[in-house]
């Protein structure tokens, strides 16, 4: 049983770089949501696509980051020219929405610290 | 927009002892759904439990169920026989029924199982 598979796990790299990370869903699930998690809060909603189609963005989401799910499998999330603030757990989750009571499934996240 | 508070940032209770954890939410919705996160140590986020806004009935499985008061906005999970594996962050969360169902979360209660 394969779950939500997150990579890499961890990242760490100088402020104004640019990072992506890649996120796995469960096979067949059509949802799928990015958030934030930084120390000592609960994660925060960044953004989500059903199937292919990017559906709602989080004001927290700027300019500098972009998300993708080519084809409505993985997802990328890109975050260009990097800041310390940017310094975070990266979580995705997926699920499959049937209309009624979905479930989401999360990965272990990406933990990105910018020097 | 919607909010979550948990006003308990640690907790900590004997093995095989009960616990009960605190949530309460705003929201001018009537139909939503509420959950509880749980999340270990270094681990990937798992539900633990969740309520649908419309059933009276609280949710149970196993060791964990709730009470919710949906007049007073309140959603508390209590955990029965606790086991040094419940030792986790637990994170209180809402979504709305339809659409998007991104998650809103709380700040999360530290849980410590004492031997």
């Known amino acids: 049983d394969t779950g939500v598979s997150q990579d890499p796990r961890h990242k760490i790299t100088k402020r104004g770089q640019n990072v992506t990370f890649r996120c796995d869903p469960i096979?067949?699930?059509?949802?799928l949501y990015w958030y934030r998690q930084t120390l000592g809060q609960g994660p925060e909603f960044l953004t989500y696509f059903q199937n292919e189609a990017q559906l709602e963005k989080s004001r927290l989401l700027s300019d500098r980051f972009s998300a993708e799910r080519p084809k409505g499998s993985f997802s990328t999330l890109e975050i260009q020219r990097t800041e310390q603030g940017d310094s975070a757990m990266y979580l995705c989750a997926s699920s499959l929405e049937k209309g009624g009571l979905e479930t989401q499934y999360f990965g272990p996240g990406t933990r990105l610290l910018v020097l | 927009a919607q909010t979550v508070t948990q006003s308990q940032p640690e907790m900590s209770v004997q093995e095989a002892e009960t616990v009960t954890l605190s949530c309460t939410y705003d929201?001018?919705?009537?139909?939503?759904?509420l959950f509880w996160y749980k999340q270990p140590p270094s681990r990937q986020m798992i539900l633990v439990i969740r309520?649908?806004?419309?059933?009276?009935q609280n949710a149970t499985e196993n060791r964990f169920s709730v009470n919710f008061q949906k007049a007073a906005k309140s959603f508390s999970l209590k955990i029965s026989d606790s086991q040094l594996g419940d030792t986790a962050m637990y994170f209180c969360?809402?979504?709305?029924?339809?659409?998007?169902?991104?998650?809103?979360f709380g700040t999360g209660t530290r849980l410590t199982i004492i031997p």
């Open positions: 096979s067949e699930h059509n949802r």
């Open positions: 309520q649908e806004a419309y059933k009276q």
């Open positions: 929201t001018s919705e009537n139909n939503y759904y």
């Open positions: 969360a809402f979504s709305l029924y339809f659409g998007n169902e991104k998650l809103t």
